[in-house]
């Protein structure tokens, strides 16, 4: 099975997750093959959930046969029709051999993206088409039937992509591409405690999604997206966009927050808008004390443990997606058996002492308990006048609250909660996000003090393995600096 450069393997067989060969797990997809067909994969954890992939890399991926040397591959043009955006993460091929067309999925992100209609409720959505692509090598092929019937199936893929929207579909709800439009433009962003002026927002995903809030791209379900990604010098050209009004949404690595330029877009048949330039102006009030993480919408940037030995995927061992290997959520009350983690500012690392998520500790007697771990640091000085700010942004969320406190751990009232919030199960399905939660978070100087501070960041809601939440990013801003 392959999907990417990096992520391929030869597969079990499905005999291998039948009760006499395989051991369930904490949950019905995730199988430890113990007796299996093929004595090399006895050990080893199978879960389709170990296979899922980003909308934005999910263009290939499929089966190979090295005798006879044949190839079956999904190829996806266009993510279009898909709801989430690009990072949102959908299921791909797994044991079977199965290969997976997902046209929608609540995955990673719960009930916040299942379709809801009203009563009596017009709605059409065309999904697809879907291109099923086999290749073969003849006998007299030399080198390895894996590595060139994947590189022919990529090569394919990008063929493709530049005939999307593909020209046989005869119905009017599918557009050919002189009745769609396009949009073009430079996104730049300007926040005054990184430079002076503009900079181009380099790295960013610029999308046309339904009209909504700021940020609504990531819930919406039931129309059409069309994201790109700006160059180095933050220009974006989006084009084959179907007729419609849209908002246009964007987000920037290294930078917290979500974008929505005012004003809605009408697309209209062969119509080209352009839309100069951009400015996104991310949450900010004051200059940045410390911070913890990279705003990047996911957890990996943070320590993620080795996997039980008794429970790997060998595709993952020392690999770049550690994070998929099962089991991970069990390492915290391993490696914080009796005490929560505590990160000195100044003195860890958020790579090797933050743990990547918040979660559940199991007890002796089998039931689970919150946690509430602690970020010390030190303020030389303390303007009790002035309000600070925390923000915190949470990469993914499965029925936990956020309880914030700010030097009195025992303080019946929290000065944030953020009530019981996510159904993303992203920890259970070895995922690193799942939807994005910005909080944005004042504190008043009088709380805090001149010396050694603590803000204890509570997770409370503990009845399963599974449930937690995993940082994105937390920063602490101080007052603004007027003479800046």
């Known amino acids: 099975m392959a999907m990417a450069d990096n992520r391929q393997r030869f597969m079990p067989l499905p005999d291998d997750r039948e009760p006499e060969r395989g051991q369930v797990l904490a949950y019905p997809e995730a199988v430890k093959l113990v007796n299996p067909v093929e004595p090399g994969f006895k050990g080893e954890v199978d879960d389709k959930y170990e296979y899922s992939c980003e909308n934005k890399d999910n263009r290939v991926h499929g089966w190979i046969s090295s005798d006879p040397a044949i190839g079956f591959w999904q190829i996806t043009p266009s993510d279009e029709f898909r709801s989430g955006g690009p990072l949102k993460q959908y299921l791909t091929s797994h ?20 379709l809801k209609f009203g009563e009596n409720e017009p709605w059409k959505k065309v999904y697809g088409p879907i291109f099923m692509y086999l290749n073969s090598l003849s006998d007299q092929n030399e080198g390895d039937p894996v590595i060139q019937l994947w590189k022919d199936a990529k090569k394919q893929m990008k063929v493709e992509v530049q005939s999307w929207p593909y020209d046989f579909p005869q119905a009017e709800d599918f557009p050919s591409s002189d009745q769609r439009g396009s949009i073009s ?3 730049l962003l300007y926040d005054r405690y990184v430079s002076n002026e503009p900079i181009c927002a380099n790295g960013a995903f610029v999308g046309l999604a339904p009209p909504g809030d700021v940020g609504s791209w990531q819930r919406e379900t039931k129309g059409y997206q069309f994201w790109s990604k700006v160059d180095e010098n933050g220009y974006f050209n989006t084009n084959d966009i179907r007729v419609g009004n849209y908002n246009i949404y964007a987000w920037v690595p290294g930078f917290i927050g979500d974008y929505r330029h005012d004003g809605a877009v009408t697309i209209t048949p062969g119509s080209h808008i352009e839309l100069g330039e951009l400015v996104y102006k991310p949450p900010r009030n004051g200059p940045t004390l410390w911070e913890i993480g990279i705003p990047d919408r996911s957890a990996a940037e943070f320590y993620v443990p080795d996997p039980n030995p008794e429970y790997i995927n060998k595709l993952y061992v020392n690999h770049h997606d550690k994070f998929r290997q099962y089991g991970l959520w069990e390492r915290y009350s391993e490696l914080y058996p009796d005490k929560d983690l505590i990160y000195s ?4 690392d958020y790579r090797k002492d933050w743990f990547f998520a918040q979660v559940t500790r199991k007890k002796d007697d089998n039931t689970y308990e919150g946690s509430t771990w602690q970020i010390k640091f030190y303020l030389d000085n303390v303007d009790g006048t002035q309000t600070y700010t925390l923000r915190i942004a949470l990469a993914t969320a499965h029925m ?4 914030v406190r700010i030097n009195e751990p025992e303080a019946k009232i929290p000065i944030f909660t953020s009530g019981v919030i996510g159904k993303d199960n992203t920890i259970a399905r070895h995922g690193i996000h799942g939807l994005y ?19 204890f960041l509570t997770r409370t809601n503990s ?3 599974f449930q937690g939440i995993m940082y994105d990013y937390i920063r602490l801003e101080g007052p603004p600096d007027l003479t800046y």
Request: zero cysteines; a negative charge.
């Open 95 to 114: 044991v079977g051999p199965t290969t997976l067309a997902i046209f929608h999925s609540t995955h990673y992100s719960g009930e916040d993206l299942i």
């Open 185 to 187: 433009g430079r996104l």
């Open 345 to 348: 500012i100044g003195v860890d």
């Open 400 to 403: 936990s609250e956020l309880q």
């Open 437 to 455: 939660w910005l909080y944005n978070i004042d504190i008043p100087g009088s709380q805090l003090v001149a010396g050694n501070n603590t803000i």
């Open 463 to 465: 009845t399963s393995p």
